[in-house]
């Protein structure tokens, strides 16, 4: 009975742990207007390594980023995918998981 308790406990740790390992980055980006605007933001930064989702709220543009444990994603990178979709980033900010509450630095 022990095994077994020990055995979902450590289950569930490990589960947390893996959700609250990647790393979620919030974009302001100007110029958001529309669903075609938000397809082309998504595109762009689909392409840098390591990005596993991005999510852009158009009414208030900003855009969410989540990558991999232990994958970079720099504000020189975030300016730059943002120019080359057509739009200027107005901030950038790295924030916890949505597992783990948000934190803007």
């Known amino acids: 009975m022990y095994k077994k308790g020990f055995l979902m406990f450590a289950a569930l740790v490990f589960s947390v742990a893996a959700l609250a390992a990647n ?3 919030v974009l302001g ?3 958001l ?4 605007c938000a397809f082309g933001i998504e595109k762009r930064l689909n392409k840098i390594d390591g ?14 980023v ?3 444990e232990g994958k970079p994603f720099t504000e020189a990178q975030a ?6 979709a057509g739009f200027t980033l107005r901030s950038y900010a790295e924030a916890e998981s949505e597992a783990g509450g948000s934190r803007a630095n």
């Open 66 to 68: 989540t990558l991999e």
């Open 33 to 36: 207007a529309c669903p075609f």
């Open 23 to 25: 790393k979620q980055y």
């Open 79 to 84: 300016r730059q995918a943002v120019n080359e």
């Open 51 to 64: 990005v596993t989702e991005v999510q852009v709220d158009i009414g208030e543009s900003v855009v969410k």
């Open 29 to 31: 980006v100007d110029g």
